[in-house]
């Protein structure tokens, strides 16, 4: 077996023992390889490695990437969205994790209406507080879901979040709680499933799904550490 398929078969195991621990089947959690910087035919290899959906942080680099990919790829957007990037990403992606704004929803909602379909999407909520990362503060998210939950092509499908990088997992615990919870308030408020939970990268995917993760976005445990560094935006 290559590395990569390895790493894989690594990644789903510790996933399923997580699962096991939090008393839920492991096939309730989505693996998301995240793919920046990754080239097309290492994602190919991972395709073969049974992985079925990736996940991208940069519309540029996604534009050019994914029409290089075998269509059997799925393919959801991470990173932050600008407003007139919407219409490629209704275009490129099935699920959209980092909506952060109700003008970027609005937008999106344009453009899927446009494409006659229904965009999946995600809020991107910063329950750290950091001042470096998008997403609705969680005091304002309640106004921003009674917002977007009546946009008519938009599928509100749950919450993401990035815990703050510390070198111990378990001190991510409590942000991913903090979504836990706030998906609760909002179910309880506006009636709505909400079923995903986006949150979990290489160092704390496990924490997060004893947390209730439904999806894990995994890219250094997947390829190996990333040689090239983004830009910031
Ligand atoms: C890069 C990235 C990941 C994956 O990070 P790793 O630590 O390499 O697993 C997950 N989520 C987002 C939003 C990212 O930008």
Redesign the pocket.
Known sequence: MDQLAENVQRVRERMGKAAGRAGRPADDIVL?A?T?TIEPERVEQALEAGVTTF?E?KMQEAKQKIPLVSSRARWHL??HLQTNKARDAVDLFELI??VDSVKLASEINRWAERAGKTQRILLEVNVSGEASKFGFKPDLLSEAIGQISILPRIEMAGF?T?APYAEEPEKARPHFRRLRELRKGARQRYGLALPHLSMG???D?EVAIEEGATMV???????GE?TRHEPAE
């Open positions: 998301l995240v920046k996940g942080s991470i990173g994790h980092s993401m990035i990268m290489s160092h995917f976005r995994i890219g250094t445990a997947i390829f990333r």
